[in-house]
């Protein structure tokens, strides 16, 4: 994890009462509903944002149809819109500390995280998106017919874009950044628990130059908003990042409305240590796997398995180690882990632990909350000895628990990562050249990482397989999901 010292003073934001964001105007919503967003460091309220219904998501449907069909963004050359999405990035540069500020507020993320990791990498799919707007396209097809035949890439019309509340900033950048290089518009439905920074956004996109309706924001619950979202006919996409249990709803609610669909969906990722592994290198990544983001990472590892070998040498290492993780307030430039963003999220974990020590689980490091006077911090906890069936090691935990499994044999390895429902990430470490390649390719997941844990970049494609979902985005792939080809053939004779 890469800490910054640049945010030494970043300080807790006032933040007045939030608005929608529909047709490039600040609205209540219709029914004057509004909801309270809560600092998780201390539990206490930070603002309210207006909470929009159906007839609300509809207006902000009519208003992206609106900008799409009169051709304000798609109509605009390819160089154009990547002009403005550059100075999206420009502006997401300049106004960092701010950004920080907020997401660090509104999700309990370290401030010395946040920047290099969320703001950045904001900036940077910013970027990217920029250079695939200028440079997509169709091409021409050789054919034996008389005729000139070319692909055209066309955008799709109104996306509707669903986050959930652990990377609000990337991910809802990893759908709007591509979707508006392709010329769509956009309707996104952020997370209830922590919309605001998809409202500062909006601000900086209409700074840039995005023209009113292209991106509208409603904040709501996903039960009413949410759903209106899934339902509406007048959206040509939804992108959907979220847990297994909605994404499989929505997914179905799509299929109904033959709406193309990309799921995002939950991780439950195995970290393999080999006997050959450079141990002292891999305890970075390991730890770096599980407590990142308080482990409210769909593409955290936290379920490590060990050569027998190294077992109890790396269980030792982990338990001197772990407790001597910084947390703590998210506004301190030390803290390597904040709270996790909700007392709910903090229950859901103490119940796995109950689970696991009801399995025979052996608790060697953590295990229970963390008092800091206040938020919903709970320690680092790594659990060793549990058995492959354990809920704790099958089910998607989403928080700062580690399980610690052994094993025997290169295959057993393969066959422990592959056993459960997910398929987002995995990971090795080895110095075995040949078993690097070998393990990556029977690793039944959208990205593999060797010797190392989240390394990420918007021109490495991610996405998951089996029950962690489908559709990539990050490269020139998430392109492709929010764009169509057209053929035209053109006859010669
Ligand atoms: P969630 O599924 O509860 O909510 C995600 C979004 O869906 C929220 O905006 C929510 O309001 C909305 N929603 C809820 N019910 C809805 C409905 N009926 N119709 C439409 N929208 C609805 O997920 P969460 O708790 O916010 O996020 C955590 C989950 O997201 C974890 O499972 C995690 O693995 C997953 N996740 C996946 C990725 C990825 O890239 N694959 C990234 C981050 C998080």
Redesign the pocket.
Known sequence: MTVTDDTAVITRPQIGPRQLFIDGQWREAGAGERFEIVDPSTGKPVTTVAEADADDLDSAVRAARAAFDDGRWSGLPGRERARILLRVAALVRERADEIVAVESVDVGKPVSLCRPVDVMTTAEQYEYCAALAQTAGGSNRETPLDAHAYTRREPLGVVGA??????PLI?ST?KIAPALAAGNTVVH?????TPLSALLMAEILTEAGVPAGVVNVVT????T???A??QHRGIDKIA????????R??AS?AGENLTPVT?????NAAHIVFEDADVDKAIGAIIKGFVFNTG????GGPRLLVARPLYETVLGILGQAVPGVPVGDPFDPATVVGPMAGDKHVRKVEEYVQIARADGGRIVAGGERLDLGGGYYYKPTVIADLPNTSRVVQE?I?GPVLTVQPFDTEDEAIALANSTEYG?ASGLQTSNVARAHRVAARLQAGIVWVNDWAMLDPAVP???VKN??FGR?YGPEALESYSKVKSVVISLA
């Open positions: 669903i986050t959930p509340f652990n990377f991910l990893s439905k952020p997370a209830e628990d709501g619950k996903g039960s908003v949410g759903e979202l899934l959907f990042t979220g847990s297994t249990a909605v994404g709803h929505a609610v799921m995002e969906l939950g991780g409210q990472f769909c593409m998607e989403f987002l991610f996405g998951g962690s979902g985005e």
